[in-house]
């Protein structure tokens, strides 16, 4: 049997090595796997909102309207316009002497873009938003009008 010389020695040494690490380079991008996930999609809660006239209504007249919505949801949204037919609700006092929620309107669907954030509240001002009709009675004067609004809007990223 023959000696192996050191040079053929070296060189097999290294050419074990460099099979042993193909083998694991080989290995490591040849594993394979799969795998499942499941995730729910949040429940939606209707935002709620309220709303007040801010300065004086008189007929004919408009007035601002502030506007508190609270959002119960896990998401923030952006608020974007309210519907034009709101619950109007006239104070006891000037209710029973004449004066109906029919004298207050809004005017019309306003364009908003006012976020409010995830479970917060948010109060925002809306611009000659509401108006006393031009024959509304002398009930009127001095009542107070609470405005429950219907909005509409969508969820933001985080």
């Excluded at 007040?52 to 949801?73: D, M, R, Y």
């Excluded at 309107?105 to 109060?123: F, I, N, P, Y």
Aim: hydrophobic share 45%; charged share 15%; proline share 5%.
């Amino acid at each position: 049997m023959r000696n192996m010389s050191q040079r053929t020695a070296i060189i097999t040494l290294v050419a074990v090595i460099v099979t042993g690490v193909a083998s694991v380079a080989w290995a490591a991008w040849s594993v394979t796997g799969s795998g499942t996930a499941t995730v729910s999609a949040a429940e939606v809660t209707a935002l709620q909102a309220t709303a007040k006239p801010t300065g004086s209504l008189f007929p004919g007249g408009t007035a601002h309207i502030e506007v508190s919505v609270t959002n119960p949801n896990e998401f923030a949204i952006e608020v974007q316009s309210f519907a034009p037919a709101p619950e109007i609700v006239v104070d006891p006092e000037h209710a029973a002497a004449g004066c109906s929620s029919g004298n207050v309107k809004l005017k019309s669907a306003k364009k908003l873009a006012q976020r409010v954030e995830a479970d917060g509240r948010q109060t925002f001002v809306v611009e000659d938003a509401v108006e006393m009709v031009y024959n509304a009675p002398e009930a009127c004067q001095g009542a107070s009008f609470e405005i429950t609004l219907a909005l509409a809007g969508v969820g933001l990223p985080d």
